[in-house]
């Protein structure tokens, strides 16, 4: 009882709203204000349902059995599901509306290497497939469908995807179907991640799609730099997305948002919109902060600011491809530090594979508005390459301020290679590409920050 108690003084402890906007001068600016970290009335433990932290002990059913009381047995306001000090063994499991799942201080939820019984659902309409295989895929580690009023919290305990396994089917090419997420939320609204360590996925790590009203602030993710596609946090056809004062150090796209792939992302065309990042810092052999390559439901109205990046292979890389269609626009990156990084800007047309041989080659993407602001790198190989597409060009491409003067001092690189592109760059060294206009003070939509 008395670990159920702290629990309790605990949760108030971290019970505050977030207040999303900036109160007065000096405050921290932080996430929009749509969500907020709620009080749960009744909280219970998963040792009250069979729970074993010995690491050895498989806890599917305490797990499952718990929610399932949660959520068949609503209390006001909600339960909090309290995972104590221990290492849980579990296969995946869902989560259901109105709970909070809390891992108290060195808390361990762990999967198992056991993939032979690993549940299977259905692909998402907006990918037609599994995203690695044809069919169907293998459901995320967490799991969460049609939810409201989720958080997933704690003391900075680990969610552990023991993804090694998954990575060596992968490399062995002996997969049926689809790596299964670690956490995966699906047509939710209503969700914080916070104060939690997610390591070892065995493909991406967080992934909200179709879905409104996230905050993911203060997690570390972490997998080796050799693991395959393990994404940090992918925002995916949703709305109003913050994700703020995260590390990731992956073997994928730190951050990367998506909106669907090719005639199936066009077909159910639903976008992602407001996605906020800042305060973002960490490592990857690709991309620091992504955009796409699915991107055919749309994306637009996204800021990121306040990043750090260090042994990156690119710092920012704008993806997309023929066949993907929908449009990419009104992104804003600015104020980030690079250190070591292959490429320090990547926008391209050519990036990403197909589901099938269904695309349309003449469905198009659109992007246009682009804004780089306030960049600073040393040790950058190249400064950038910027690759349109010849029937559908990229269009106000903005670099301002934007210092790769370490070029050269870590690799050889001194060229930026632009084509199909337009835009202005303003006060950027080395000097960019001519297809961007050069000149100082304003032009239309791209200024150099006063």
């Known amino acids: 009882m008395l670990h159920l108690l702290l629990a309790i003084f605990l949760y108030f402890s971290v019970s505050a709203p977030f207040f999303l906007e900036r109160a007065s001068a000096g405050d921290v600016l932080t996430c929009a204000r749509a969500v907020r970290m709620r009080y749960r009335p009744e909280v219970i433990s998963i040792t009250d349902f069979g729970g074993v932290g010995d ?22 306001g909600g339960t909090l599901l309290y995972i104590p000090t221990g290492v849980w063994l579990t296969g995946s499991f869902n989560l259901t509306s109105h709970m909070t799942l809390y891992l108290a201080k060195d808390a361990v939820i762990k999967a198992t290497q056991d993939t032979t019984n690993w549940p299977l659902i259905d692909p998402l309409p907006s990918y037609g497939r599994g995203r690695e295989l044809p069919g169907g895929r293998y459901m995320s580690f967490i799991h969460g469908d049609g939810l409201r009023d989720v958080i997933i919290t704690g003391q900075n ?91 990731i150090a992956t073997g994928d796209d730190l951050v990367a948002v998506k909106s669907g792939w090719d005639e199936y992302g066009i077909a ?46 690119v710092g920012i890389h704008v993806k997309t491809n023929i066949g993907r269609g929908g449009f990419i626009r009104n992104i804003t990156v600015q104020d980030v530090r690079m250190d070591n990084v292959r490429k320090g800007i990547k926008i391209a047309g050519d990036t990403g594979d197909h589901p099938d041989n269904n695309f349309n080659p003449n469905a198009l993407p659109i992007v246009d508005g682009v804004t780089l602001r306030n960049l600073w790198g040393v040790n950058i190989q190249q400064p950038g390459v910027m690759q349109g597409l010849k029937n559908s060009p990229f269009t106000q491409i903005c670099l301002s301020n934007v210092n790769f003067g370490g070029v050269g001092s870590g690799g050889t690189g001194t060229v930026w290679k632009c084509a199909d592109i337009s835009g202005a760059a303003l006060g950027v060294e080395p000097s960019p590409c001519p297809e961007l206009t050069s000149t100082h003070g304003n032009v239309g939509f791209c200024s150099v920050p006063s």
């Not at 059913?61 to 047995?73: D, E, Q």
């Not at 969610?159 to 060596?168: F, H, L, P, R």
């Not at 490399?171 to 939690?196: D, M």
């Open 55 to 76: 690491g050895q002990t498989l806890n599917t059913l305490a797990f499952r059995t718990a929610i399932y009381r949660i959520g068949h047995m609503r209390k006001r």
């Open 157 to 247: 305990g680990t969610i552990d995807g023991q993804g090694e396994v998954w990575w060596n089917m992968w490399r062995q090419r002996s997969l049926q179907f689809t790596r299964p997420n670690l956490v995966e939320l699906v047509n939710s609204n209503g969700i914080i991640i916070s104060n939690v360590v997610f390591k070892n996925s065995p493909f991406w790590n967080i992934h909200p799609v179709y879905c409104s009203d996230v905050v993911i602030r203060h997690v570390t993710i972490l997998a080796p730099p050799d693991s395959p596609n393990t994404d940090g946090i992918d925002p995916d056809s949703s709305f109003n997305v913050c994700i703020e004062d995260c590390y």
């Open 268 to 313: 159910y065309g639903r976008p992602s919109s407001g996605i906020t990042i800042r305060r973002l810092s960490g490592s990857t052999p690709f991309a620091g902060i992504a955009i796409g390559s699915e991107t055919s439901g749309g994306v637009e109205n996204v800021l990121a600011e306040n990043v750090s990046l260090f042994n990156t292979g």
